[in-house]
């Protein structure tokens, strides 16, 4: 069904986000300040969690439990899903898809280039599931690696073979988390040392808040409500606008529609020249404008700035 983009004003739009970092620097706290979350413990780590911000989570050792537990039903109370750590979800998918087709695996029990494209696939279907059927944030925890590119070092998602292009594909938004002295940080924006995803104003790097005895860990459940402010900003800007180039258009094809000759055609350039245009505007109505100029037979006169009756093409052939 076709549908106008201005009827998406009200909806609150699900994010999906990626954090990576060095083991320890508090990704796992970090993914829990999203709103309302589900912790999909994969690496079995809720014990290095701090216990006061630990939330209902599920720990499986294997990916059709994952798969088992996440039913509309089972996650009604949650409003995100987090992923602890995507790496390790990506192993137990490996694992499953070669249970599912030998083919899909090699003799030491690593992905063929066919398992590779399976798993990709998947991990974009449950994505997809997680946020479209589900109706679910979601936020995957991923640990870094270094890899060397000359005499640079740069920071990569610890993640098996192709299957890292798959991660990025369908994320909102994706962030490194690092430590500056003693602060700690997460940038959203591309830079020499790693790689990054920022959109609807979430950009550049931010400063963690220290989480003290009395310090809500809501840092992400702030950060999405900032991203869905600024994309319901931008939706009732361009209302506005998609507002105001109606009235112009409007007011535009009124005043071509009183064009029949060439005196027509001059009294109505003033009104026409005070238009004020938006979006397309302009360039659509002076399409209508010269295709009325056309069809009434008139021409500019340079000289006179001025239309007038268009001559026949024979004389202007004998010319």
């Not at 990916?63 to 949650?78: A, W």
């Not at 066919?114 to 990709?120: A, D, H, R």
């Not at 109505?285 to 056309?294: C, F, M, S």
Request: with cysteine.
């Amino acid at each position: 069904m076709i549908r106008n983009p201005l009827e998406i004003q009200d909806q609150v739009k699900k994010i999906r986000m990626l954090i990576a970092g060095y083991p320890g620097i508090g990704k796992s706290t970090l993914a829990l300040s999203a709103p309302k979350p589900l912790h999909i413990d994969v690496d079995f780590g809720i014990d290095r969690i701090e216990p006061r911000y630990r939330k209902p989570y599920i720990q499986p050792s294997s990916y059709q439990e994952i798969l088992d537990d996440l039913t509309p039903e089972n996650v009604k109370d949650f409003d995100t899903l987090v992923f602890d750590t995507g790496g390790k979800l990506i192993s137990l998918m490996s694992l499953w898809a070669i249970q599912k087709d030998p083919k899909y695996g090699q003799r030491d029990s690593s992905l063929s280039l066919k398992g590779y494209g399976f798993v990709g696939k998947e991990f974009i279907r449950l994505m997809d599931y997680c946020f479209y059927t589900l109706q679910k944030n979601i936020v995957f925890v991923f640990h870094t690696v270094e890899e060397k590119d000359g005499d640079n070092t740069r920071l990569r998602i610890k993640v098996e073979g192709q299957t890292k292009m798959n991660v990025w594909e369908a994320l909102d938004l994706g962030g490194f988390v690092e430590m500056y002295g003693n602060d700690r940080t997460i940038g959203f924006s591309n830079c020499e040392r790693y790689y990054a995803k920022g959109t609807r104003g979430i950009f550049g790097v931010r400063k963690i808040p220290v989480l003290g005895p009395n310090t809500p860990n809501d840092f992400l459940t702030k950060l999405f409500e900032e991203y869905n402010a600024t994309a319901a900003a931008e939706v009732e800007k361009n209302a506005k606008e998609q507002e105001a180039y109606e009235k112009t258009m409007e007011a535009g094809m009124e005043v071509i529609n009183t064009i029949t000759d060439a005196d027509t055609a001059n009294a109505a350039m003033p009104e026409y020249k005070k238009l004020k245009h938006h979006k397309t505007s302009k360039r659509e109505l002076d399409a209508e404008w010269n295709k009325k100029i056309k069809d009434c037979g008139l021409e500019f006169d340079k000289a006179a700035k001025k239309y007038v009756t268009a001559a026949p093409e024979e004389d202007k052939g004998a010319e």
